[in-house]
């Protein structure tokens, strides 16, 4: 079997980069994309891929999106997988106090970010011989019930579940598999916070479990490795006793 293309976005920490090594692991080449390239060969290397296509791209671009995957198909005439993983939490505030461009940097980067990609990866997938391909879109716990003070992300994210049924419903002709996701609590730089107190619906603060962002990596790689016959069409990750049966 030739060897499997993988686009990363958000590859340059976090998830990103767990789901990158284990990609590698499984003898997928990488296609590893983020704001900033040092990170991204980081990544590259502690991969064992000091040569994967490494592209800068700001997501919310849609020109860098098409030159991100134009440098894809140039380098390897495909792309099998895509994870759609670059996100942000933004900034926590009441929803009458959080400003237009705090929830435009929000929507602009969680939705509108992975939806150029899918876009472009949808294009390509549909085209390129043999056709199809997957895409796994990165959610959230968040896609399902909100943390207080997170109206931007929620909402986000609660739209990524809609991209991903769109996404599987317009590739069932063509072989492209679409799933996504949902995370809670993996422990990454963004997520520090858990461990020393964040925010509950009750007004409290507490901390909260975390797990290791390695299981969540073998989980991708799970639907990654499913033939195309077959999709994971949504996948919760937690650390078991985070508070999300019963939140609120």
Not at 89 to 115: K, M, Q, Y
Not at 166 to 179: H, K, N, Q, V
Not at 231 to 239: D, E, K, L, P, R
């Amino acid at each position: 079997m030739p060897q499997q293309i993988a686009v990363i976005t958000g590859a340059g920490a976090g998830i990103g980069r767990a789901v990158a090594l284990e990609l590698a692991a499984a003898g997928r080449q990488l296609v590893l994309a983020g704001r900033r390239a040092e990170p991204l060969q980081e990544t590259a290397r502690l991969g064992g891929q000091p040569h994967a296509l490494v592209v800068p791209t700001d997501v919310t671009d849609p020109a860098a999106v098409d030159a991100l995957f134009a440098r894809t198909a140039e380098r390897f005439g495909r792309v099998d997988l895509l994870f759609n993983n670059a996100g942000t939490f933004g900034v926590a505030a009441p929803i009458e106090e959080l400003g237009h461009e705090a929830w435009r940097a929000v929507v602009d980067l969680n939705l509108t970010g992975a939806f150029l990609c899918a876009q472009a990866a949808f294009r390509l997938m549909k085209t390129q011989q043999p056709q199809g391909g997957r895409i796994i879109n990165n959610g959230s716990i968040s896609a399902h019930v909100p943390r207080p003070h997170s109206v931007a992300y929620t909402a986000s994210k609660h739209a990524v579940t809609g991209l991903t049924r769109s996404l599987s419903l317009e590739g069932r002709p063509y072989r492209i598999a679409c799933g996504q996701i949902d995370i809670g609590n993996a422990a990454t730089d963004m997520t520090a916070a858990m461990s020393t107190g964040v925010r509950q619906a009750d007004g409290g603060i507490a901390a909260e479990p975390t797990m290791d962002a390695a299981d969540v990596a073998r989980t991708v790689r799970h639907m990654a490795d499913l033939p195309l016959e077959a999709n994971v069409q949504f996948a919760t990750v937690m650390a078991t006793a985070m508070p999300y049966i019963g939140r609120g």
